[in-house]
């Protein structure tokens, strides 16, 4: 799913969270564990302003374990807890009951201290299209409750979700809009899948996950496609298309006259980057980190 924001829709899904904010005590922010800063919403913190909030990194399952690591300890020097999950294999709700209540711990002891039972806490998910809210409302109703593909603007009746005895869900994530001017997180984020390849060039975001897979991830991209060399220089263009032409070759992609049919390879690659089968990877890294080969040891 791709969705085309306008100043209108951004508008309307900002005003949209602003009002469910006021019903619940934590923001469930949901990111893409392989992109974490470009999955996020430029304006977030303006958003949720001072609600409790819970980071996620989700398809923690195809994010390199290292560079997770580091994301967790970038988000906690801004003072945001950020927990890996996988919404599609795992089960993160009591993980994210347990977290949530040590956000709201001081909330829940005044209230207790008063002599008033705790509220059940009440929260909701916040992220951009297709980072995985669809999936993880599913599964922590424990049943299918959030179409996947959800547009933003688009009000429904909204109902609370129970998630065990102590949390409740609003059954409609925040659907917000990613830094998408910043044209290298449109690669990201098209690299990753999060938008479609007919926004961008197929061949251009093979070519800049090529370069990056090049310089961090050069044994992976050996061992996947079973080649020998790989270009020195990751910004050398000519030498990573051909790089990319050698991976077409193996895969098929040909055109008449045994040349390599470059979109095809293109689309090969980022299919199977994608789907895992490079091995974990993951496509950013906190700022100021070093950048090459560090992450394979
Ligand atoms: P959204 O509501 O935020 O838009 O996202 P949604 O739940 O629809 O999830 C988007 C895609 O991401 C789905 O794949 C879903 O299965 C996948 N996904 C969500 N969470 C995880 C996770 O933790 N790990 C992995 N590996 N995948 C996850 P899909 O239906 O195949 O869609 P698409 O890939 O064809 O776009």
Request: net charge positive; charged share 30%.
């Amino acid at each position: 799913m791709s969705i085309q924001w306008f100043p209108g829709h951004m508008t309307r899904a900002r005003r949209q969270i602003q009002d469910k904010l006021k019903l619940i005590d934590v923001a469930i922010e949901l990111l893409d564990a392989r992109i974490p800063l470009s999955s996020r919403n430029p304006m977030i913190d303006e958003i949720l302003q001072q609600k409790p909030r819970l980071v996620l990194l989700n398809k923690s399952d195809l994010a390199d374990p290292e560079a997770t690591r580091r994301w967790i300890e970038y988000f906690a020097e801004k003072g945001l807890e950020a927990v890996p999950i996988d919404a599609v294999g795992g089960n993160p709700s009591r993980e994210i009951i347990q977290r949530s209540k040590q956000l709201l711990s001081a909330k829940i002891e005044a209230q207790l201290r008063k002599g008033m039972k705790p509220r059940t806490m009440r929260g909701l998910i916040v992220g951009i299209p297709n980072v995985g809210k669809s999936t993880l409302i599913n599964k922590m109703a424990g049943r299918k409750i959030a179409a996947t593909g959800d547009k933003p603007g688009v009000t429904k009746g909204q109902q609370w979700i129970k998630v065990g005895t102590e949390m409740e869900l609003l059954d409609t994530p925040g659907i917000l809009w990613p830094k998408f001017e910043d044209q290298t997180v449109g690669f990201r984020l098209a690299a990753t899948g999060a938008i479609k390849e007919e926004i961008l060039d197929t061949a251009e975001i093979a070519l800049f996950a090529m370069r990056y897979l090049v310089a961090h991830y050069p044994v992976a991209l050996k061992e996947r496609f079973g080649v020998e060399k790989l270009p020195e220089d990751p910004s050398d263009t000519d030498a990573v298309v051909e790089l990319m032409e050698e991976v077409g070759r193996k895969r098929g992609a040909l055109i008449s006259g045994g040349r390599v049919d470059l979109e095809k390879a293109s689309l090969a690659i980022l299919r199977e980057l994608r789907a895992g089968k490079l091995g974990r990877v993951t496509m950013e890294l906190p700022e100021g980190e070093p950048a090459v080969q560090s992450l394979e040891g």
